[in-house]
Every structure is written in C-alpha cells, then in structure tokens.
C-alpha cells in the first residue's frame, strides 16, 4: 500500500498540485482509493492492507486539517470498521440529478447540493465512489436510472480524467434512461496556479457545480 497526497488547493505550485489517481487506475492489477472524509479513509485503509494487490491510497492534504466522527471499534455492530474496496456510497439521497465525485470533491458537491435544495428545489443525488479501481459501476448506473441526469465531478484535468471513465460508461450503459447529456466538471486544464486566489478558481468549487446543474433543466 503507498499512501500519498494527491491534490491541488494548497499552494504549492505545479511540481506539488498533480492528483494522479486516475494515471493509478489505469494499470491492470493495481487498485487506487481516494476517500473523502476520515470515516472511509479509516475502513478503506484496513481494505487495502489486506488486499493482495497494490493498492494506491490517494489523499487531499486539504481534507487533513477537518475533523470527521470515527467511531471507535466497540461502538460498532461488527466491532470493526472495514469498508471494501469497489463499494461506492450514496452520500446523499436525491431524485434529480446524480453527482459523481470522488475525494475532496464529494465534498464541494454536498455543499453543491444544499446550495441547489435550499435556493432552486433541485434534489442531487451525490456518489462518493471511494475506490477508482475496481469502481462500482453499478451504483453509477442505479442512481443514473433513478435522476435521469448525471454531472461527475473531480479535481484531475479534463483530458483523460476519471470522470471520462465514468461519464463514457454512464453513456454506454444508461443512454435511454438520460434526459440530457452527462456532464463533466474538472479542474482548469493548466499546470497548478501558485496564487492562492487564482488557484481556488483553477479547481471545482460549489458555485461551478450549481452552474452546471442549472444548465441541465
């Protein structure tokens, strides 16, 4: 197991700013996590361990300052947190539009979300895929054929993302059931921005996420 941060929004230029788990998920044989809060990180990390493939742990160094609840092993049913790999979770339930996310941006799309609930009574659905390799195409595709619109959601740069897995495979398998085109939000196609300003405008943020979903009605 490597553990290792992969992420933008820190400041640290284009040399330190690469999220590389979708270069990761792309060998045969090696699987690739990217949790987006403290609980899953926990119960993945016991997955990956006991895995016998390579398993790329991929992490925000932003979501590493956040305090998250994790129980400890005795409060829970089965005495331990274990979470497999390749099950995805329904963070948040919802009938209109799915937001396919993983790591920190499972987290800009929450927000996304209660933006869309509260101000313009748009219900989404939001999927925190935890693992990019294996990836649970089903709960893709279940939550797709329930809101009939789908936006995915991720801080790579657009060209050879996960979310183009995820979106071509969401065209393939759910075309008849999509009432618009899938949609992709990824970060601004350049080297990282130094500038802290212009950095939190390079990668996915609610607003954009709003925008786009808007867009789709």
Request: net charge negative; charged share 25%; aromatic share 6%.
């Amino acid at each position: 197991v490597l553990r290792g941060p992969a992420n933008g929004g820190t400041n640290v230029g284009a040399t330190h700013s690469h999220t590389p788990e979708n270069i990761m998920a792309s060998f045969p044989g090696m699987k690739c996590v990217c949790p987006s809060n403290a609980y899953d990180a926990k119960g993945l990390m016991k997955a990956a361990i006991r895995d016998n493939d390579p398993v790329m742990f991929m992490e925000s160094t932003v979501l590493y300052g956040q305090e998250w609840d994790v129980p400890e092993n005795s409060e829970l049913p089965d005495g331990e947190l274990f979470i497999p790999l390749g099950v995805a979770d329904v963070k948040r339930e919802g009938t209109d539009v799915s937001l396919i996310s993983h790591g920190r941006a499972v987290n800009t799309c929450l927000e996304a979300a209660r933006i869309l609930e509260e101000e313009h009574g748009i219900s989404c659905e939001v999927v925190d895929l935890r693992t990019i390799r294996p990836l649970d195409e089903e709960t893709i595709f279940e939550s797709v054929r329930k809101t009939h619109r789908a936006v995915c959601v991720d801080e790579n740069k657009p060209f050879c993302a996960v979310s183009s897995q995820i979106a071509a495979s969401i065209s393939l398998h759910c075309f008849d059931d999509l009432d618009a085109p899938v949609q992709r939000i990824g970060s601004l196609d350049a080297p990282a921005f130094y500038s802290p300003p212009i950095e939190k405008l390079q990668l996915p943020y609610p607003d954009v996420v709003v925008a786009k979903v808007l867009g789709m009605f």
